[in-house]
């Protein structure tokens, strides 16, 4: 059984483990999804709409698929995949920033002295 969402071919260019493949999926569904969702948060939340055309609403809310929410995508690093200490500007993880900065690879990122 496949996902039901997983992508033929990945446009990712990190390292490739099945958790980076997971959150480059919800990133890409999410993103197909999140002006629909938007439409029926507002639905749901109008209290000016009759109490019927909210109730289904947020029924529909309810039976969309969990890789539509915005909180199940996580940031990771785009070098390496890790979840963990990422810095969210760069999207890079700690030690990653440090070799690319100190190599020069990141414009205006220098090391400080004083």
Not at 19 to 32: G, L, S
Not at 60 to 77: A, E, G, P, S
Not at 84 to 107: K, Q
Request: include cysteine; charged fraction near 30%; charge should be positive.
């Amino acid at each position: 059984m496949s996902a039901p969402f997983r992508a033929k071919k990945l446009d990712i260019s990190c390292f490739v483990n099945a958790r980076v493949i997971r959150d480059h999926t919800k990133r890409k569904v999410f993103a197909e999804h999140e002006t629909e969702r938007q439409a029926l948060r507002y639905i749901a939340r109008n209290t000016t709409l009759s109490q019927r055309m909210r109730a289904v609403a947020q029924l529909k809310l309810t039976q969309m698929h969990c890789y539509t929410r915005r909180n199940q995508v996580k940031n990771r690093c785009v070098d390496g995949g890790r979840g963990r200490g990422v810095l969210s500007d760069f999207r890079m993880a700690r030690y990653a920033f440090r070799m690319h900065a100190l190599a020069g690879d990141l414009p205006g990122v220098k090391k400080a002295s004083w």
